[in-house]
C-alpha cells in the first residue's frame, strides 16, 4: 500500500512569491493534516481536513491556506513567503482523527 | 490547550543497550492519546508506539516499550537492546481522543554507538 507522497521534495522561492504544496494522502484515508517543522519552533500544526473540509486549524497568519479535493488530495498555500518561512512541512493522514497518523517524507522549502 | 515536554535534547547509547528518553505532558482532557514518533535523517515521522490514556497497560512494540504513568503526566520511552538504526531524533506526542492534532514536544537526539 502506498504511503504519504508529498512533492515536490524540495524547493527554493524567493521572497514575496507564493508557493503550493502537495500531498497525497495514503488510499481510503480522509483526514490529511499539515504541520511545519522548524529548528526554532519545532513542529507545529498549520491545519487539518477532512472530506474537503477544514476542521482544525493552528496559530498561522492568513498568507497560509489550504484545500482537500473529493479523491482526499491536499494541497497547502503560502502566499506572499517571508523567510521565516523557511522549514520542512509534512503531511500526514488517519482514518480518522489522530489515532493513527502517518506522514509523509516532507517538502523542504527554503525562501531566498 | 496541550503542553509536551522533553527535556533531553540529545541521549546517547551504546550498542545492544538499554536508553530512556524522557516526555511529561499536561492536558485538561480526560481521554487522549500519547505517542513516539522517530524521524532519522530520511525526515519522515514514523510511528514508533502508542498509548491510550484510558489503558492502565503500558504500550510495547518490539524492543520499544513505555512507562505511563498518568498522574504524574509522564511519558518515557525505552529502548532495550539498541541498533545503530535506531539513531534519530525521538519526539513525544499527545493528541485528543476526539480531535485531530498532534501536540510535538521539542525533540530528544539519539546517538547509537558501536
Known amino acids: 500500500k502506498a504511503g504519504v507522497t508529498q512533492t515536490p521534495r524540495y524547493l527554493i522561492k524567493t521572497r514575496g512569491q507564493q508557493v503550493t504544496l502537495s500531498c497525497s494522502p495514503i488510499?481510503?484515508?480522509?483526514?490529511v493534516s499539515w504541520y511545519q517543522q522548524t529548528p526554532g519552533q519545532g513542529l507545529q500544526f498549520l491545519f487539518e481536513?477532512?472530506?474537503?473540509?477544514?476542521?482544525n486549524k493552528g496559530n498561522f497568519p492568513g498568507r497560509f491556506s489550504g484545500r482537500q479535493f473529493s479523491n482526499s488530495r491536499s494541497e497547502m498555500n503560502v502566499s506572499t513567503l517571508e523567510l521565516g518561512d523557511s522549514a520542512l512541512y509534512l503531511c500526514?493522514?488517519?482514518?480518522?482523527?489522530?489515532?493513527?497518523?502517518?506522514f509523509g517524507s516532507g517538502t523542504r522549502l527554503t525562501v531566498v | 490547550a496541550q503542553t509536551v515536554t522533553q527535556s533531553q535534547p540529545e541521549m546517547s547509547v551504546q550498542e545492544a543497550e538499554t536508553v530512556t528518553l524522557s516526555c511529561t505532558y499536561d492536558?485538561?482532557?480526560?481521554?487522549?492519546?500519547l505517542f513516539w514518533y522517530k524521524q532519522p535523517p530520511s525526515r519522515q515521522m514514523i510511528l514508533v508506539i502508542r498509548?491510550?490514556?484510558?489503558?492502565?497497560q503500558n504500550a510495547t512494540e518490539n524492543r520499544f516499550s513505555v512507562n505511563f504513568q498518568k498522574a504524574a503526566k509522564s511519558f518515557s520511552l525505552k529502548i532495550s537492546d539498541s541498533q545503530l538504526g535506531d539513531a534519530a531524533m525521538y519526539f513525544c506526542a499527545s493528541a485528543v481522543s476526539s480531535g485531530s492534532r498532534l501536540t510535538f514536544g521539542e525533540g530528544t537526539q539519539l546517538t547509537v554507538n558501536p
Open positions: 492536558t485538561s482532557e480526560s481521554d487522549y492519546y
Open positions: 488510499s481510503g484515508h480522509r483526514s
Open positions: 481536513y477532512f472530506s474537503e473540509t477544514q476542521r
Open positions: 500526514a493522514s488517519s482514518l480518522k482523527g489522530s489515532y493513527g497518523y502517518t
Open positions: 498509548q491510550e490514556a484510558y489503558k492502565q
